[in-house]
């Protein structure tokens, strides 16, 4: 509310009010970055609508989009493409976007997609992503995510869940990953990025 | 799907169960009968969004305002209309399925109408937000009044009591929203992590409890992390995790509630689509489960 109140005194300012860059620079703040632009407490605090968490999840994975399956499964998370009977447009507010029923449809949709179970609703190749990004162990591709979607800042809790996951069997027995081999190998790792895109942090943007 | 005023015509048509009753007295009244622990009593609401021409639906003949002039192509004439015996309401003639019901005013169905509040907001959206969560006035309140209810008078942290209150529904209702999460889900049988049931309880992390060290699954990826200070929380932070643990409980729930087919009693029939699904799954929750307050939309 302060920054608001920053932004209305600068619109206000100018001799004519309204001077747009005067009101962006109390915003941002770009000389001192100290504003609560600026402020970590804010950053990755907003909750992806279903539209901003499918996208994210097709562009952690470089997935390939095809059919038409995503509209399908963005209905299913409660936001359907052009059908919003209220005329204010979808919320960008968290509470609107999470409630069990979306959350386990984002579940659902990453587990789908980071083992190619819904083809209408995009494919990729962990394959791929491990030989260009010269990935080879379990902890490898975690690293790689952490990197490239959390900044570096999942907690070892978090890592310790991926790894739990990858070295267990279906049925939750400890079961390390890498003493399979082909397929079962390579559909463990899978499972393993599907954790890994269903992790809290990344209901944040 | 079929539209609020497809349900409206159907539902009356089948004397189905449900009424959409937006009255905050006695939603209150329910609402207390639902919390004694003794009481099979059950609530379900449906919200009906859009527009529905109120006046027409329950209509005012007492009220000399309503006639010809003021509703040139919409007055119902006074012998067309159905009596509801007190001298100053009548009722679409359409609804004549629901007077068996009615009984004269002696049955079982109140109908209450020109019910308002205060300085009527022309907005619609707000409306529905003020029916929701029973503060008008206050366009952005995210706190639902069934949820405000709920906190206030039970102990939420008692998990016998995680399941209390659900809307079968792709989104929470603004009813039953609020800083920790009741269920929703849209069906019973979707409502499930992919793959066979030991995947699932692998992936939703089941066993974390059973004396493992480590956090698994998606309940260990939602627990609070216990090295965060208060202040490093954010906004969504507590919701985010309170709603992956509510769905861990729910999961089990509901699929424990839905493993075997529903026979719908009483020969009901329901229509085929989204909404008379919901419904089906609305009843069958309210026999399978404790729920006590079951929460519906529809779109108009």
């Given at each position: 509310?302060?920054?608001m ?8 300012a100018?001799?004519?009010?309204g ?5 962006l620079?109390a ?9 609560p ?17 499918i ?17 399908e499964r963005m209905?299913?998370?409660?936001m ?6 209220d005329?204010d447009?979808?919320p ?6 999470m ?6 449809e984002?579940?659902r ?34 690293e ?9 800042q ?6 310790a869940?991926f790894?739990d996951?990858?070295?267990?069997d ?20 899978e ?15 | 799907?079929?539209?609020r005023?497809?349900?409206?015509r159907?539902?009356l048509a089948?004397?189905a169960?449900?009424?959409?009753v937006?009255?905050p007295f ?7 009968a ?5 009481s ?9 969004r ?18 010809q ?8 004439p ?7 015996g007190?001298?100053?309401?009548q ?8 007077m ?5 005013g ?18 619609h959206?707000?409306?529905q937000n ?9 366009a ?12 206030e ?11 209390v ?6 989104s929470q209702?603004?009813?039953?929203r ?7 889900f ?13 995947l ?17 699954g ?5 627990e609070s992390?216990?090295v965060?200070?208060?202040d ?13 643990q509510?769905?861990?409980s ?13 026979e719908?009693?009483?020969?009901a029939?329901?229509?085929n689509?989204?909404?008379g ?10 026999k399978r489960?404790?729920?006590k ?6 779109g108009?």
């Open positions: 509310m302060a920054l109140k920053e932004a209305i005194a600068a619109w206000n100018t001799p004519r009010p001077h747009i860059r005067s009101v620079h915003i941002l703040d770009p000389v001192n970055q100290q504003g632009f600026w402020n970590a407490h804010y950053q990755m605090a907003k909750i992806k609508t279903p539209i901003e968490f996208n994210s999840t097709h562009r952690a994975l470089g997935a390939q989009i095809s059919g038409k399956g995503l509209t209905s299913d998370m409660g359907e493409l052009f059908q919003r009977d005329p447009g979808y960008e507010l968290g509470y609107e976007w409630d069990t029923h979306n959350l386990l984002r579940l949709f990453c587990q789908d997609l980071a083992m190619n179970g819904d083809f209408a609703a995009g494919e990729w190749s962990l394959q791929d992503l491990m030989k260009g990004q010269d990935l080879s162990t379990p902890e490898d591709i975690i790689y995510f952490d990197q490239a979607l959390f900044q570096e999942l907690t070892e809790r978090r890592k869940v790894l996951f990858v070295n267990s279906d049925a939750g027995y400890m079961d390390p990953v890498e003493a399979l081999k082909g397929r079962a190998k390579q559909r463990r790792l499972q393993m990025v599907g954790i890994i895109l269903s992790t809290q942090e990344f209901q944040f943007q | 799907m079929f539209s005023r497809e349900f409206l159907m539902n089948a004397g169960a449900g009424f959409a937006s009255h006695l939603l209150n009244r329910q609402v207390m639902a919390q004694s622990g003794s099979a009593k059950r609530m379900i609401f449906i919200f009906q859009g527009g529905n021409d109120g006046i027409n639906t329950i209509i005012p003949r007492g009220d000399k305002e309503y006639n002039r003021t509703r040139p192509t919409l007055h119902i006074e012998t067309d209309a159905l009596d509801l007190n001298g100053f309401a009722a679409h003639p359409r609804l004549e399925p629901m068996d019901m009615y009984g004269n002696t049955g079982s169905l109140a109908m209450l109408h020109r019910i308002g509040y205060a300085k009527q907001s022309r907005s959206f707000d409306s003020y029916w929701e969560h029973g503060v008008p006035g206050d952005g309140l995210k706190e639902g009044m069934f949820f405000r209810q709920l906190v008078t039970l102990d939420m942290s008692d998990p016998k009591n995680g399941f209150a659900a809307s079968v529904s792709s209702l603004l009813a039953l609020g800083e920790s999460p009741f269920p929703s849209k069906a019973a049988k979707r409502f499930r992590l992919q793959g066979n049931e030991n699932a309880n692998k992936t939703l992390g089941r066993e974390a409890t059973k004396g493992k060290p480590v956090p698994r998606v309940l260990g990826l939602y992390d216990p965060m200070m208060s490093q929380k954010k906004l969504y932070t507590e919701l985010v995790q309170n709603t992956g509510a769905l861990g729910t999961l089990k729930k509901v699929q424990d509630a839905s493993r075997c087919a529903y719908p009693a009483n020969g029939s329901y229509p689509g989204d909404f699904q919901k419904l089906q799954e609305a009843a069958m929750l309210i489960t404790d729920v307050i079951l929460g519906l939309n529809i108009g």
